[in-house]
Structures are given as C-alpha cells and as structure tokens.
Nanobody
Framework: QVQLVESGGGLVQAGGSLRLSCAAS????????MAWFRQAPGKEREFVAC????????YYSDSVKGRFTISRDNAKDTVNLQMNSLKPDDTAVYYC???????????????WGQGTQVTVAS
C-alpha cells in the first residue's frame, strides 16, 4: 500500500509562486510514476505533470508547460511541483498520484493523496 501526503498549498497573488510537495511511503515496484493532477470546482480532475522515479523523465500538460517544474528526490521519496507565474485559472485542489506507467488519465493511477488547495488571487 502506497500512502501519499501533499503539502505546500495556499493563497498567492497572480504572478506569484508556490511549491507543492508529496511524500510517499510504502512505495512499491508498481509505483514507477508520480503525477500531479488538479481539480477546480465544477470541473473534472485534469493532468498537470508526471515524472518517473528512476530516470526523472518529466511530462507536462500544455497549460502549465514552461511555468511548472516537477522533480523527485529518491532519497526522501518526495515529489515536488514548483509552480511559477501562477494565474487565477490555476486555482484548484492539487492531488498527488502514483501509478505503474506514464499517463495523463486518472484511471492510470492507483494511489492518490488527499489533495491540497491552491488559490491564486487576481
């Protein structure tokens, strides 16, 4: 069983930055990929970014490419999401997830954190 705990959310002005962290415990071979998704009120959960544990290959949605950076610290079993140039449209609950393969859809990930709120004020 993999447990994921997010931290680092909060309120920030447009143009500002936030850094989210996801601490993973009980990591297994089946959790080769770590991802961030987000869900805004009234919208479906959407892919933000993902990274592979072993090679650190990273993938981003078009909406965050160039502004967000995903990274991992294997020694600490932690995945981070550095978010710069934040926009009001980035407001959402951000979820950390783990799964066996790279993917951009929620069914491809089998473990999820509880989520952390990010609010970007205009």
């Amino acid at each position: 069983q993999v447990q994921l705990v997010e931290s680092g959310g909060g309120l920030v002005q447009a143009g500002g930055s936030l850094r989210l962290s996801c601490a993973a415990s009980g990591r297994t071979f089946g959790s080769a990929v770590m991802a961030w998704f987000r869900q805004a009120p009234g919208k479906e959960r959407e892919f933000v970014a993902c990274i592979t544990w072993t090679t650190a290959d990273a993938y981003y949605s078009d909406s965050v490419k160039g502004r967000f950076t995903i990274s991992r610290d294997n020694a600490k079993d932690t995945v981070n999401l550095q978010m710069n140039s934040l926009k009001p449209d980035d407001t959402a609950v951000y979820y950390c997830a783990s799964g066996p393969i790279v993917g951009i859809t929620t069914p491809q990930y089998n473990y999820w954190g509880q989520g952390t709120q990010v609010t970007v004020a205009s």
